[in-house]
């Protein structure tokens, strides 16, 4: 059988194929970013060409990855370009894993963040549910790999849900001690079965509340989608939900449609609503908060990384 190509459509997402089309609307003014351009993007390509790593700026299609190249930073994903789930609202390509995992690629990953100067460094991954731990190990070896090169970097990881694992693999992630776990719950759980159906709300809300019991003194990091057909009380319900399980910093994004495969655009959520959230949620206790139509999980997350902190030690009284 000859490899699939993850530029078609069709063969990226094969279980996508036969959906009905779903309009993609006009983004308004507030959505538009440039093109990705400049001498900082280049050589941030090449660097991660030249190391054969995957980023979940290119898979995801992201929006803002020509600013965040152009400053050298991206978002590297571990674990191949291959992903186990079939999340509706993911870029990301699907299907069953073309291979095992590549054990010498967390020396990649942390050769390519020396070279690049990060400071933080976000690093994610596509779920492996045919790996028995979930690639647990894996990134813990990454996070390893990066404080022996760079031990100066500040590590973020943006985990899967372990789902399918045994309770000590977030043990093994968490013992690997990098600086912020961040595990995204996407969107409020009536809308799970539709958007996310291979996870489990409770499990990702219980998964985050863990990793505190764990270390108390890790920061966590959970974020939603907002346009996805939710209404404002659920996502005010979510945020109680993460405050209860101690998830310090909240990211709120819009949802944009990768294709017309994928589920629809509900609306556009204006630059004002997600100042609401803003406001509400830093009222609800978080120490960090970022919601505007374009934040997204890794965007700016070395700058917000060290007001996170400064938010610690204040409400500590250290500063």
């Given at each position: 059988m000859s490899l699939r190509d993850l530029k078609i459509p069709d063969q990226r997402h094969p279980e996508k194929a036969h959906r009905p089309d779903s309009d993609q609307p006009r983004k308004p003014?507030?959505?538009?970013?440039?093109?990705?351009?400049g001498r900082g993007y280049a050589d941030t390509?090449?660097?991660?060409?030249?190391?054969?790593?995957?980023?979940?700026?290119?898979?995801?299609?992201?929006?803002?990855?020509?600013?965040?190249?152009?400053?050298?930073?991206?978002?590297?994903?571990?674990?191949?370009?291959?992903?186990?789930?079939?999340?509706?609202?993911?870029?990301?390509?699907?299907?069953?894993?073309?291979?095992?995992l590549d054990v010498f690629e967390p020396g990649r990953v942390a050769d390519a963040v020396h070279k690049l100067g990060l400071r933080h460094v976000v690093v994610t991954s596509v779920d492996r549910d045919d790996v028995e731990d979930g690639g647990a190990e894996h990134f813990a070896r990454t996070v390893r790999a990066i404080r022996r090169r760079s031990p100066n970097t500040t590590i973020e990881i943006l985990t899967p849900d372990f789902l399918k694992c045994a309770p000590s693999a977030l043990e093994v992630v968490v013992d690997s001690r990098p600086d912020v776990f961040n595990h995204n719950l996407e969107t409020v759980p009536g809308l799970y079965p539709e958007v996310r159906p291979g996870a489990r709300y409770f499990h990702s809300l219980r998964l985050l509340q863990r990793v505190k019991e764990l270390d108390p003194s890790m920061f966590t990091k959970s974020g939603i989608m907002v346009g996805l057909g939710e209404d404002r009380q659920s996502v005010l319900q979510v945020m109680d939900d993460m405050r209860a399980a101690d998830v310090d910093f909240l990211t709120v994004g819009q949802y944009l449609q990768p294709t017309r495969k994928h589920h629809r655009v509900d609306r556009f959520v204006t630059p004002e609503e997600f100042a609401s959230f803003e406001k509400v949620a830093y009222g609800k206790g978080f120490l960090m908060v970022s919601a505007t139509p374009l934040t997204r999980s890794s965007y700016h997350a070395g700058d917000d990384f060290a007001r996170l902190r400064d938010a610690r030690l204040k409400k500590i009284g250290q500063i």
């Open positions: 003014d507030w959505i538009r970013v440039k093109a990705p351009v390509r090449n660097i991660l060409r030249e190391h054969g790593l995957v980023t979940v700026c290119e898979e995801a299609g992201c929006p803002n990855v020509g600013e965040c190249w152009n400053q050298g930073h991206a978002t590297m994903m571990i674990m191949g370009e291959v992903c186990t789930r079939a999340c509706t609202f993911c870029n990301v390509a699907t299907g069953k894993p073309p291979e095992a």
